[in-house]
């Protein structure tokens, strides 16, 4: 085993000791073992015991520890601190600028175990809530968790979107010519959660003139079967292809579908497909709809042959914000900010639902703060025309299935949005026992985030999807899908089965910020995926509409 490998598992101890708040002068020790051994010339696995002590910094206990971990590839003490510890914090070690001492107090104060839940914890604004921690620690922290992120094998399809609209394009155009036309395909046209690389067609281009131009901007460029490759600083691979402007759409229609899909359209056609034919036509011909490019995914029996895509719900179908935070709880910005904000956007209503007393770490309202919040949006509400702001509480569903208020303040709201927020390490009965016991609550209106799972960070708690739909309906519950872009809970593939059911969905950014609210369009984006139709949305009604509903699904 080579210095650099031994110094990494005394680094590692270290770090783990003082996370767990161990002695400093161990602590020390092992850190400093660690750089020593680092910054030797010699390879200190090949000395002796006796050899190791004459080092300055080493021992007698570390040069034991040093021949073991040599000889086992294992370092006891070291193993006995991962067990104790969540594999996920071993991540948060690696993002830049956060060390023991800060990554202790997120894990055991906002129970923060993973990349994921402290990135999510940024946008919530939720480490502006600890001690030492303002907004610009917030700020750098949530920069570095997202390059930590975008370093992964996968990114999230609004993390692409952002890097292909602010940095892919602007410099594909650079190299190419304004006059270029870059058009994405694959996955990213189709929408995908994840993606783990980026296609791009370049229209009535050769491919080896666009090479020649890509290699001056790109090192990492290569140009292989007739396809451009590059890997670079962006941390997604981009795969260029060059077509004709007359077999354009075909293309769009071979690379942006998934395998199963093309097979599925293909094989409705009686002879070859026209390269020359545009999209609509490759469809009509196959005796099809036109599938939008997001529904074109592996799942080809999902839609029935009947079924009518215009109906699908659109950005410009939602009329309201549901699932809001204002800084009464964790969000950014206040009430009016929020309500305004969301008014200029075309929107007619904003459900503000900050977080219930129990989440202690988003700052969760005491009875006291309610009554002063719902003051504040009665005076606001005089002054505001033409727009509806309505009293609701993201209440938190406690380990026994309750929620965290009595009754005669949970009757005090419009309606209540429930959520788990804490104990997520669940086993499947423990978490339907808990979920059902919420929904089946009389004051619970819509079931939040309903597998608790952030993507490529944290996987939801088990749960039978049917019992829960089959419950919602049962009780008059509306299921969210949150569209928070590291949420999309519900996952798609089981809105058919609540559309089935008769069960309301409500499309909910669940923002933090201004910024936040427009995330609605990654939750309509899940919602066509799954056949989601504007009649079986519930924030596609207008104000009275909308909370008539709520209120008629409990009578």
């Known amino acids: 085993m080579d210095n650099i490998t031994i110094s990494e598992h ?56 040093i021949h073991v971990l040599s000889t086992t590839g294992k ?94 394009f602007p410099s594909l155009q650079k190299s190419l010519g304004k006059k270029a036309q870059i058009i994405p395909t694959g996955a990213y046209r189709r929408k995908e959660i994840f993606l783990e690389r980026l296609e791009i067609l370049i229209v009535d281009e050769k491919i080896e003139t666009v090479f020649e ?37 075909y293309q769009l229609f071979i690379t942006s579908g998934s395998r199963e899909h093309i097979e599925f359209v293909i094989n409705r056609h009686s002879s070859a497909i026209d390269t020359s034919w545009a999209e609509e036509q490759i469809y009509q011909n196959a005796h099809l ?24 719900v659109q950005y410009i179908d939602i009329k309201g914000v549901v699932h809001s935070h204002s800084i009464y709880s ?28 129990s989440a202690f ?3 969760g309202l005491t009875e006291a703060r309610i009554i002063q919040q719902h003051e504040e949006i009665d005076a606001l509400q005089k002054e505001l025309t033409d727009f509806r702001i309505f009293k609701s509480i993201e209440s ?17 709201f419009d309606l209540v949005i429930a959520s788990v927020h804490s104990h997520l390490n669940m086993d499947a009965e423990k978490a339907m026992s808990r979920l059902i016991k919420a929904i089946e609550n009389p004051y619970t209106n819509i079931l939040g985030h309903l597998t608790g799972r952030l993507l490529l960070s944290r996987k939801g708690y088990p749960i039978n999807h049917k019992k829960i739909i089959d419950a919602c309906k049962a009780n008059g ?21 609540c559309t089935e059911q008769g069960v309301w969905i409500s499309i909910n950014p669940d923002a933090h910020t201004l910024k936040g609210i427009e995330d609605i369009k990654y939750g309509v984006i899940t919602a066509r995926r799954g056949g989601l139709t504007k009649a079986n949305c519930i924030n596609s009604l207008n104000a009275d509409d909308f909370i008539q509903t709520i209120r008629m699904l409990k009578d």
């Open 10 to 65: 005394f680094k590692l101890l270290a770090q783990l000791m003082e996370i767990h708040g161990e002695n400093v002068f161990k602590i020390r020790s092992y850190s400093n073992a660690g750089r020593t051994i680092k910054s030797l010339d010699i390879e200190i696995s090949k000395l002796t015991l006796t050899e190791m002590q004459e080092i300055q910094g080493i021992g007698k206990a570390i040069s034991e520890k």
């Open 75 to 168: 370092l006891p003490l070291l193993e006995k601190y991962l067990e104790l510890t969540p594999s996920g914090i071993l991540d948060i070690l690696k993002i830049k600028g956060l060390g023991p001492g800060k990554i202790a107090r997120l894990w055991k104060e906002l129970n923060i175990e993973t990349v994921g839940e402290l990135h999510y914890a940024c946008l919530e604004n939720r480490l502006t809530l600890l001690k030492g921690f303002g907004e610009k620690t917030q700020e750098q922290i949530r920069k570095a968790v997202e390059f930590y992120l975008e370093n992964s094998d996968k990114l999230l399809f609004a993390q692409v979107e952002k890097l292909y609209e602010q940095t892919i």
């Open 213 to 249: 131009k890509l290699s001056v901007t790109y090192e990492n460029c290569q140009l292989l079967s007739g396809k451009i490759y590059i890997k670079n600083d962006h941390f997604i691979a981009i795969e260029i292809k060059t077509v004709t402007k007359d077999e354009l759409e």
């Open 289 to 312: 709809q036109f599938y939008p490019a997001e529904c074109r995914h592996e799942q080809t029996n999902f839609f029935d042959e009947n079924f009518d895509f215009n109906q699908l």
């Open 330 to 357: 964790d969000g950014r910005n206040t009430i009016r900010e929020m309500a305004i904000q969301a008014q200029s956007l075309g929107y007619k209503y904003l459900v503000l639902s900050d977080h219930s007393k």
């Open 361 to 363: 770490y988003a700052n």
């Open 396 to 412: 938190d569903i406690l380990y026994d299935g309750s929620l965290d208020y009595e009754e005669d303040i949970l009757k005090s």
């Open 477 to 497: 519950v509306v299921i969210e899908i949150n569209a928070n872009p590291r949420r999309l809970d519900i996952d798609w593939e089981w809105l058919p089965y």
